[in-house]
T-cell receptor, first 111, second 113 residues
Framework: RKEVEQDPGPFNVPEGATVAFNCTYS??????FFWYRQDCRKEPKLLMS???SGNEDGRFTAQLNRASQYISLLIRDSKLSDSATYLC????????????FGAGTQVVVTP | SQTIHQWPATLVQPVGSPLSLECTVE??????LYWYRQAAGRGLQLLFY??????ISSEVPQNLSASRPQDRQFILSSKKLLLSDSGFYLC????????????FGPGTRLTVL
């Protein structure tokens, strides 16, 4: 089983609609969770950290479910500029901060 | 906040040639530094990490090596490139500790022919 698993998509979303997708992780001891965004042929950029109580940053909402070991990302009022690959990232509980990146979920927002 | 610089942006090298990719960090001291490779359509694979000068740990056996001659400099090298070394090489930096948020440089796209 992969340490971090994501649905590769693509999720085709009409502009203005809401899209949500999950990521599952296997290490129950993981403490840190992140969503990164990666545009085509560019470096990943931190979108948001995911906190235990869930958190929101503008149109983006992240949730953590420790019991079922998954995190989710919801994008409201999708914009064309939200088209990207979203990487789920989980720490592997090492002392030096090793992170495991998922392969990503592709989102395509259409006009 | 820290900024990660990488160069070159694009590189085409023949099989068997040497490689040297440089990464430098601005805006922080004693960062954790990482080298990742991303093959086309794939996730990021951690190659090396470093928690300090001269301290390098390798995650996977391979044709590559890394060095950290200065606090904010991280170098990825190979003596002889293989076709399978092609990919998108990303350097990342973090402030360290068990909850290390990592920030990436712009990457080097390497094609080995």
């Amino acid at each position: 089983r992969k340490e971090v698993e994501q649905d590769p998509g693509p999720f085709n979303v009409p502009e203005g609609a809401t899209v949500a997708f999950n990521c599952t992780y296997s290490n129950s001891a993981s403490q840190s969770f992140f969503w990164y965004r990666q545009d085509c042929r560019k470096e990943p950029k931190l979108l948001m950290s995911v906190y235990s109580s869930g958190n929101e940053d503008g149109r983006f909402t992240a949730q953590l479910n420790r019991a079922s070991q998954y995190i989710s990302l919801l994008i409201r009022d999708s914009k064309l500029s939200d088209s990207a690959t979203y990487l789920c990232v989980v720490d592997l509980s090492s002392s030096w901060g090793k992170l495991q990146f998922g392969a990503g979920t592709q989102v395509v927002v259409t006009p | 906040s820290q900024t990660i610089h990488q160069w070159p942006a694009t590189l085409v090298q023949p099989v068997g040639s040497p490689l040297s990719l440089e990464c430098t960090v601005e805006g922080t001291s004693n960062p954790n530094l990482y080298w990742y490779r991303q093959a086309a359509g794939r996730g990021l694979q951690l190659l090396f990490y470093s928690v300090g000068i001269g301290q390098i740990s390798s995650e996977v056996p391979q044709n590559l090596s890394a060095s950290r001659p200065q606090d904010r400099q991280f170098i990825l090298s190979s003596k002889k490139l293989l076709l399978s070394d092609s990919g998108f090489y990303l350097c990342a930096g973090g402030v360290g500790g068990g909850t290390d948020t990592q920030y990436f440089g712009p990457g080097t796209r390497l094609t080995v022919l």
